[in-house]
């Protein structure tokens, strides 16, 4: 049975989101920095390979995993190294595929908010990971600024208090076998981790100035200054639609 992104065209989504697919590369590169030594990684949800490049040169051995034979299919043609490996399958599956305790780094952006269960994939991720290695999570910020300030001019006061999940699919797909795409609130993610064994070292707000206005009238690297500086100051206040976070494992 073919995964979901084996029959949506992944590639073509980010033609003419150059802002935001660098926005990413620059919380990425920042939290590498931070991180010793890498041995092992495996990025879950890599898809073709889009943000591989980022963390190439830090690696020795490469597991790109994701549920879509076509888009690793891609990913292949990209990277023909021996370092690189390639594996089929979803996160509730990893713990089974990859030896336990392997890894030095877990990459996962822009996957959690099609993962309904928050708790089993963080534990599958923690029982691969070595003591002391680190985890890159990215999530959908369900209390971002302009959600914070959309349902307060709604009247809705308790918003920003509110931590459960919500499902943002339009109501003409929610009721069909699709996949969710949930935002969830940061609260809920940094209770979690710390609950699994992990401890945050750094979060940074991304995607900052996602607007098409601006991005129609100022240029890109305008853009990219303005986000490289303003990650860090605005993860103070959640206030972006992307959170990430780096975190080390701790828990055996």
């Known amino acids: 049975m073919p995964a979901a992104y084996d029959t949506y065209d992944y590639p073509a989504y980010w033609e003419g989101r150059d802002y935001e697919h660098k926005a990413e590369l620059i919380a990425i590169k920042a939290f590498l920095t931070k991180i010793p030594k890498i041995n092992k990684v495996v990025e879950i949800g890599a898809g073709f390979g889009r943000i591989t490049p980022t963390y190439f040169y830090r690696a020795s051995k490469i597991i790109l995993t994701d549920p879509a034979s076509r888009l690793l299919s891609l990913a292949k043609k990209k990277f023909k190294n021996k370092k690189v490996h390639f594996l089929q399958a979803k996160v509730e599956k990893l713990s089974k595929k990859i030896k336990r305790n392997s890894v030095d780094l877990v990459i996962m952006i822009r996957v959690l908010h099609h993962i309904n269960d928050l ?29 914070r300030l959309h349902e307060f001019f709604k ?9 459960f999940p919500i499902d943002i699919r ?3 797909f929610s009721n069909k076998k699709t996949l969710p ?19 945050i070292v750094e979060i940074r707000s991304v995607s900052n100035i996602r607007s098409t206005f601006l991005k129609k009238h100022l240029p890109c690297d305008m853009l990219l200054f303005l986000e490289k500086y303003s990650q860090p100051i605005l993860a103070r206040f959640k206030f972006g639609p992307s959170i990430f976070i780096l975190a080390k494992y701790f828990k055996d």
């Open 119 to 147: 708790e089993k994939a963080l534990s599958v991720i923690s029982k691969i990971l070595k003591k002391d290695g680190y985890f890159i999570l990215e999530f959908a910020n369900k209390s971002h600024f302009k959600a």
């Open 155 to 163: 009247g809705n006061f308790t918003f920003p208090f509110e931590i």
């Open 170 to 172: 339009s109501k003409k």
């Open 181 to 199: 795409f949930l935002n969830y609130h940061p609260d809920t993610i940094f209770e979690t981790l710390k609950a699994k064994g992990f401890k």
